[in-house]
């Protein structure tokens, strides 16, 4: 894992319990919850939508019935609904696909006490 994303992930988990009101962000398109195991990204459908989660930027590029393709910091990934996959230090799992929007989590790794 490249040291940079360690030391914003490291920063993350420890400014965390300092910081529970920023965990909920709003930007075009998209709405993010994050926690110190990752965060929930919702994108609206139909929009150019763009999130930026733990220094790293998440697309939504396309939808293709059950398949959902993203962007995660530049690499892109096609995830089945329900299903989980690697990319760029994280796993990436898609949740949720409605008319409306797509929900995906992007997971840490970082373990909770």
Known sequence: ?????????????LLLPFAVSACTM??????????????????????????????IEAELVA????????????QQVTVPVGQSQASNGMDVRVSEVTDDKVVVVLATGLQTN
């Open 63 to 74: 939808v293709n019935g059950d398949l959902v393709t993203l962007s995660i910091g530049g």
């Open 1 to 13: 894992m490249p040291v940079r994303r360690l030391i914003t992930l490291s920063a993350f988990a």
């Open 26 to 55: 709003t930007g075009p398109g998209t709405t993010s919850e994050c926690t110190v195991t990752g965060c929930t990204v919702t994108f609206e459908r139909g929009v150019s939508a763009k999130a930026s989660v733990l220094g």
